[in-house]
Nanobody, 124 residues
Framework: EVQLVESGGGLVQAGGSLRLSCAAS????????IGWFRQAPGKDREGVSC????????YYAESVKGRFTISSDSAKSTVYLQMNSLKPEDTAVYYC?????????????????WGQGTQVTVSS
């Protein structure tokens, strides 16, 4: 069974940091890209960052570039999202998902098998 399990969310003050984890199981980790998404109340889900496990190619949304860092550990089948300099507008439920590797990074629409999400709340 394919599973993606997010953890690491919490409540933090503006300017603080959190590290999210996405633990994968039930599939060949290196055959997929893993993406982080977030959804704030009343807003659409948006892609935040993704990483190709195979070759390490990374993408960041403009809103998080320079503040968030995505990384992966194939030995643990886990992808991390280090979030620094957090802002109140980063408050959302954060999800991870997978997409098959192809030529270049997948489109956001190609990601499936969503985890249950982890809440990140940034207070001002």
């Amino acid at each position: 069974e394919v599973q993606l399990v997010e953890s690491g969310g919490g409540l933090v003050q503006a300017g603080g940091s959190l590290r999210l984890s996405c633990a994968a199981s039930g599939f060949t980790f290196d055959d997929y890209a893993i993406g982080w998404f977030r959804q704030a109340p009343g807003k659409d889900r948006e892609g935040v960052s993704c990483i190709s496990i195979r070759d390490g190619t990374i993408y960041y949304a403009e809103s998080v570039k320079g503040r968030f860092t995505i990384s992966s550990d194939s030995a643990k089948s886990t992808v991390y999202l280090q979030m620094n300099s957090l802002k109140p507008e980063d408050t959302a439920v954060y999800y991870c998902a997978r997409a098959p590797e192809g030529v270049g990074l997948p489109l956001w629409a190609d990601f499936t098998s969503w985890g249950q999400g982890t809440q990140v709340t940034v207070s001002s």
